[in-house]
């Protein structure tokens, strides 16, 4: 998929790469031509949300699996939806219920719980990919559905092999589901009306096709920065955070580092660490991703595993992310940055990032105890 990075004469000139941006620049967030979005997909890291539906009966948890006369053997349904700029309106709880409206065909609000996340590339490009399973208990059962119990999936069902290995973790036949109001549910028909209320000139077919072709000549991984600023207001911009953290006297301290004057979203402002995950990441994966952390803003030239949180999709003033949140301890280690008390972040911070840090210091607290 990657393209060639010797072949300097199938790079575009400066003055296409400021076309094409023009060309994106017109564009709303949520309506991409396909020639253009099949080229952001193969240059960037395409986030998804993946459901698996779930349900307790007779004390038992089984698993909604669809039925085939093609076949002998049930194949466990799973739903999966894009997770797209506008949802960060109500979360990543509407783009859950956006995927089960696929699969369903049904508006009830249904119970969520996270399982897992994984980085792999399939034929059109790398994708960032968030698993959840979903209570259906007190859903009717769809047609050419049925539902087996958990316990009776051969072990050898690539689905649960190879997509959801968690299901086969004994922590999930005690799951406890996070509740959904209706208002955290965006249905595909909000989500139509949103894009359509949306005015602006919209390029010609020919300025499309020629801002596409600029794109195919661009390396994998390799976006020039006029388009790279475009691209994160069309598309969600999967990020990978690594928070540091160390106790002191007691005390939970955080480190923060400073981004440069010139940054053109956050200036000057304290951040913790992170890197937006590349498609040319997904060949070590995320480790990939987390080393950069380490090499280039942290001064860290040995790998030491970093702790996992959990995944956070929110906005920020560049456009929609989602993010992969770790953290690192630190205790007994010196690194670039300045350390504040996790309860006195200085007010100078780049404010959408408090969630990450929050949530890190809730981990770090419980592994600790």
């Known amino acids: 998929m990657e393209q060639n990075p010797d072949n300097k004469s199938l790079m575009p000139t400066s003055e296409q790469i400021t076309q094409a941006a023009n060309v994106l620049a017109q564009l709303p967030t949520g309506q991409i031509p396909e020639e253009i979005s099949r080229e952001i997909e193969r240059l960037w890291v395409t986030s998804i949300v993946r459901v698996v539906p779930l349900r307790q009966s007779e004390g038992k948890l089984q698993v909604l699996c669809s039925t085939s006369q093609d076949s002998t053997m049930p194949s466990i349904d799973i739903a999966q939806t894009w997770i797209l700029p506008g949802d960060t309106e109500n979360g990543l709880g509407g783009t859950i219920q956006r995927a089960c409206h696929t699969m369903l065909g049904s508006n009830d609000t249904m119970p969520y719980k996270y399982l897992q996340s994984a980085f792999y590339e399939d034929e059109n490009g790398a994708k960032n990919v968030a698993t959840y399973c979903v209570d259906l208990t007190n859903i009717d059962t769809p047609a050419h559905s049925t539902w087996i119990n958990f316990d009776d999936i051969s072990s050898d069902n690539a689905i649960v092999d190879t997509i959801v290995p968690e299901l086969k973790n004994a922590f999930i036949k005690d799951v406890q589901f996070d509740e959904v109001t209706q208002e955290g549910y ?23 096709t020629q801002a596409a072709k600029v794109l195919t000549q661009l390396q994998t991984g390799v976006v020039p920065l006029e388009i790279f600023h475009e691209i994160t207001r069309l598309w969600v911009t999967s990020i990978v955070e690594v928070v ?7 005390k939970v301290q955080v480190l923060l580092l400073q981004r440069p004057d010139d940054d053109p979203n956050w200036p000057s402002m304290k951040h913790s660490p992170g890197t937006v995950l590349r498609a040319t990441d997904v060949t070590e994966g995320i480790p990939s991703a987390i080393s950069r952390i380490y090499n280039k803003e942290l001064g860290i030239e040995e790998w030491q595993e970093p702790q996992y949180v959990q995944p956070i999709f929110h906005q920020v003033n560049r456009g929609a992310e989602m993010a992969q949140v770790f953290y690192i301890d630190l205790t007994y280690q010196e690194v670039n940055g300045e350390w504040y008390d996790a309860d006195a972040l200085p007010k100078d911070i780049v404010d959408t990032q408090l969630s990450f840090i929050q949530a890190a210091v809730n981990k770090y607290t419980t592994d600790k105890q």
């Open 186 to 208: 965006m249905t595909t028909q909000g989500i139509a009306s949103e894009q359509s209320d949306h005015e602006t000139q919209m390029p010609t077919s020919e300025q499309i």
């Open 244 to 250: 540091p953290l160390r106790i002191v006297d007691g």
